[in-house]
């Protein structure tokens, strides 16, 4: 028995340091991930630690992603990373877990500019915004459909807005949350003379991004400024709303 048990020793220390030495841009050219649309300029380092810098996503720039993964993980079914991210639209990190049915991202932290995202009315992008993501967790299964989302956010963009017309407009706050199978952000706030704001931000399946900004309340002023730049009556207020364009129709 002593001699089976150091012979299962000697397998998994060798499967260990054979796997440990895979370099990650090996991994990445075998792994399918250019037939999902991701690119890279550069990966360096090995499956366990690594960087890739020059990432891509259909065609738009992602920026850098730091991965730091655990071998000991795969005793349970699983790859567990702690990444880092940054790229122009802003920086991240979480932890995530690989399993064949699942992918899993907790203790996301994010900082975006909107500004820079893709599906952004111009004269919002104009305004700007910084969107803060904490403590989120997103959950999607083995064929990248979002099956559950939880976590805080706050966007300061209605803010600005009210800004630019002497109004004190508020954060928006709100919940990631599960959407036929896509990620959608609902962020909302009340203004001090009955205002409410109701924004969305959104993915769509072919990997693109937009947004629905819808208001009630306004008074006059207010509302003849806001549909000089897209505004339409819808419902009891105001709605603008905006996707990215597909690649193919950018050309």
């Known amino acids: 028995m002593k001699r089976i048990a150091l012979v299962i020793v000697f397998v998994i220390a060798l499967v260990f340091g054979l796997c440990s030495g895979i370099p990650l841009s090996y991994a990445m050219r075998n792994g399918g991930l250019v037939q999902q649309g991701i690119g890279w300029q550069q990966a ?16 738009k720039q992602a920026g850098a992603v730091d991965i730091k ?21 802003g920086r991240a990190r979480v932890h995530m877990v690989t399993s064949l049915s699942s992918v899993e991202l907790s203790g996301l932290g994010a900082d975006i500019d909107i500004s820079r995202l893709d599906g952004i009315h111009n004269e919002l992008r104009r305004i700007g915004g910084s969107l803060k993501i904490s403590n989120a967790m997103l959950r999607f299964d083995h ?14 963009l209605v803010r600005r807005l ?6 004190d407009w508020p954060m928006l706050s709100g919940t990631p949350a599960c959407v036929d199978d896509a990620i959608q952000l609902p962020l909302t706030g009340d203004g001090p003379n009955g205002e409410h704001f109701e924004l969305t931000l959104r993915t769509l399946p072919d990997g693109r991004t937009g947004m629905d900004v819808h208001i009630e309340g306004l008074d006059a002023q207010a509302t003849a400024a806001l549909a000089t ?23």
Not at 237 to 247: I, K, S, V
């Open 44 to 59: 360096r380092g090995t499956i366990w630690d690594g960087q890739v810098t020059g990432l891509s996503y259909r065609g």
């Open 69 to 89: 993964s655990s071998p000991l993980s795969l005793f349970r079914g699983a790859v567990t990373s702690d990444m880092n991210w940054i790229g122009q639209t």
């Open 143 to 156: 064929a990248g459909r979002c099956i559950q989302a939880s976590g805080t956010a706050q966007l300061d």
């Open 162 to 167: 009210g800004g630019q017309y002497g109004r």
């Open 229 to 251: 730049v897209g505004f339409t009556k819808s419902g009891n207020g105001y709605t603008l709303r905006q996707e990215a364009a597909l690649a193919e129709e950018k050309k």
